[in-house]
DNA sequence: GACTGTCGTAACAATTAATGTTGCGACTGC
DNA sequence: GCAGTCGCAACATTAATTGTTACGACAGTC
């Protein structure tokens, strides 16, 4: 389904500074986020800025500057990245308005809303259930 | 996120066959159902070609052709729609593969690829709970 | 056996979203 | 003033979906 890696990389630039902080570095550029995550740099400082909105990481100007986290990673989950980082909703309705004059036409949208919303909502308390700190653990038993 | 609406179109579609056939008719054509999807019958052609593949429906040739049931609505579920007409998962990995030099570039690919996992088995299980008939039941539920 | 209507499928265009790239001004510490 | 990095805009590239046209295959009917 989705061409949409933006959960991903953001789960990365995240993984990536937290670690970075751990090892007494005060910030992370997007320059060696993106090397890490083999992209461009403008990509990451996108991402990173979505989730400064968030409120997850901070960004300094001027000489020295770079990205750090505004909270801890176990405080994080990834339905806070997933919230800051997916603009639509999972599923789609017609991209056209189905034809209203005929019975499924007109109940096809309500109905498949309905369905949608409850599944989404089971998609959330799943994303909620993992901190960035466990996926930077997982990360870490990966390499061992 | 995705612009993916064929799930969406594929319930459509199965929920006016079954209506139709509810009422008497035999076969639908591509041509009727994607009037009321107001879409191209080209497009609904080839949604019911992987729905077929997937012993969802049947097709007829010649003259009087076209698409019926090949299974109670009620014995659907969305998840044989799913599985039938979304080809890939439904969170990427990053297009190109990280730096497996750095730590995080090498262990983030293994770590959220078992996060997803995790949550696409739980899409899939709330996917499984909605039959083609609940879904046309709401979709009639709708115009009154 | 020709005629008609619809599927089956290929080929291509159009649209959209995400991603990649370049450029340059803004900021801040030295 | 200088250097390094963010902020952001503009544009190019890529990929997936959707839309469209075209035409052969098929199966009933006359």
Redesign the pocket.
């Known amino acids: 389904?989705s061409?949409?890696?933006?959960l991903t990389?953001a789960a990365h630039a995240l993984a990536w500074i937290g670690l970075y902080q751990r090892q007494g570095h005060e910030v992370?550029?997007?320059?060696q986020i993106a090397t890490s995550a083999n992209?461009?740099?403008?990509?990451i400082?996108?991402l990173?800025?979505e989730l400064?909105r968030a409120g997850l990481v901070e960004?300094?100007?001027?000489?020295?500057?770079?990205?750090s986290l505004a909270r801890e990673l176990g405080s994080m989950t990834l339905l806070d990245v997933y919230e800051a980082v997916?603009?639509?909703p999972l599923f789609?309705m017609h991209?056209?308005t189905p034809d209203q004059g005929c019975v499924v036409g007109y109940g096809i949208q309500p109905a498949m809303q309905g369905i949608y919303e409850g599944i989404e909502e089971t998609l959330r308390r799943e994303l909620a259930r993992v901190t960035l700190a466990n996926v930077l653990r997982d990360v870490l038993a990966a390499s061992r």
């Open positions: 389904m061409a949409n890696s933006r990389i992370a550029t997007s320059e992209t461009n740099p403008v990509v400082r996108r990173l800025g400064r960004s300094r100007r001027g000489v020295g500057a770079g990205w997916e603009p639509g789609a991209r056209t």
